[in-house]
């Protein structure tokens, strides 16, 4: 079995890495921390879990940890890189859900953390955790970095364009939509249910945080680098992520649907609808699957490609669960294969 252990299990995606954890069967819990309610039991909290989590809350202490095989990071940004090097230094593995080890070019994280980086070390070895692009080097990883949510479901949309040069790269755009659980467990007006309901808004415009990642994964897939223009936006729901991504193609691309088709043949949780559908945030609420949908509109030079996921569980606790599998030489689909909630 392999021991867990979650630092930052009070917060949405420390809750999912829960949810998928307590259920899988080659994986036993056994240390769940948070600051705030140490000594409280984790079913306690969220009863939901009730019967299958049986660990009291305690704080981030080292010793405690390092008896776990893999410490996963569900923390804000700016705690991992804190404790990274001292539980890698006891033979722990560690996955961060947080953007510490996303960017390769530590000056370039400050700009857009607004902190200085403090093991910049180890962001060289730091794997970047989206298993259809990095699966070979996620294996052999003692760090990784799971991939923000937009992130996720921007660059599975464009790779295959951008792998095969398809498209002008400097010319990509994506126009993004988040539920409110994207913005973490936390009191803040702006998004509030009451905030959010029966209204729709852009934010970020001038620049997000997830786009120095998206452009860094797009142009080590292009081979250059990208200009992205990138939009998210609030929407009232609570969970999933819906990208609309536009690009123009350079050159007849012959059979598109049939090149996503087979770029995807062989991952599990992607999954290309068939010619005209148009995927619906729900369809993959709670799973861990990214579907994928490709549009040509008029037959023109125009590629609209749709890419939708969970938030929480492909964008975050499940992708992270993913790599675990990897990892540990498990099979990559192991406690991950469920069914989206309907409705």
């Avoid at 006891?90 to 403090?118: C, N, P, T």
Wanted: with cysteine.
């Amino acid at each position: 079995m392999v021991r867990a252990g979650i630092i930052g299990g009070t917060g949405y995606t420390g809750v999912e890495l829960l949810r998928i954890l307590a259920l899988h069967p080659e994986v036993d819990v056994t240390v769940v921390t948070s600051r705030a309610d140490a000594g409280l039991r984790v079913d306690a909290l969220y009863p939901s879990l009730r019967g299958y989590i049986d660990v009291v809350f305690s704080a981030p202490e080292l010793d405690s940890l390092a008896d776990c095989d893999v410490v996963f990071f569900a923390t804000p940004n700016g705690t991992a890189m804190l404790m990274a090097e001292q539980l890698l230094a006891r033979g722990v593995k560690v996955i961060d859900l947080s953007a510490d080890f996303r960017l390769k070019d530590a000056q370039e994280w400050s700009r857009w953390y607004g902190m200085q980086h403090a093991c910049p070390d180890l962001i060289a070895e730091a794997v970047y955790g989206l298993p259809e692009v990095n699966r070979e080097a996620i294996k052999e990883a003692r760090l990784i970095a799971c991939p923000g949510c937009y992130p996720t479901a921007v660059q599975l949309g464009f790779l295959p364009l951008v792998e095969n040069e398809l498209v002008d790269v400097q010319h990509l755009i994506a126009d993004v939509k988040s539920g409110v659980s994207g913005a973490g467990r936390k009191a803040e007006l702006a998004t509030l249910m009451s905030e959010t309901g029966e209204s729709f808004k852009a934010y970020a415009v001038s620049g997000h945080r997830h786009l120095p990642e998206i452009s860094q994964g797009l142009a080590l897939a292009a081979g250059k680098a990208v200009d992205l223009t990138f939009v998210p936006h609030l929407t009232p729901m609570i969970r999933g992520i819906h990208a609309t991504l536009y690009s123009r193609l350079l050159a007849d691309a012959g059979d598109i649907q049939a090149l996503y088709e087979q770029r995807y043949r062989d991952e599990l949780f992607v999954d290309v609808l068939p010619q005209g559908s148009h995927p619906d945030t729900r369809n993959v609420r709670g799973s861990n699957n990214c579907q994928i949908s490709i549009h040509q509109p008029q037959g023109g030079q125009t590629i609209v490609v749709l890419s939708v996921i969970d938030n929480l569980v492909k964008g975050a606790a499940g992708q992270a669960v993913q790599a675990m599998n990897l990892v540990f030489g498990l099979r990559e689909g192991l406690g991950l294969k469920i069914l989206a909630l309907y409705p």
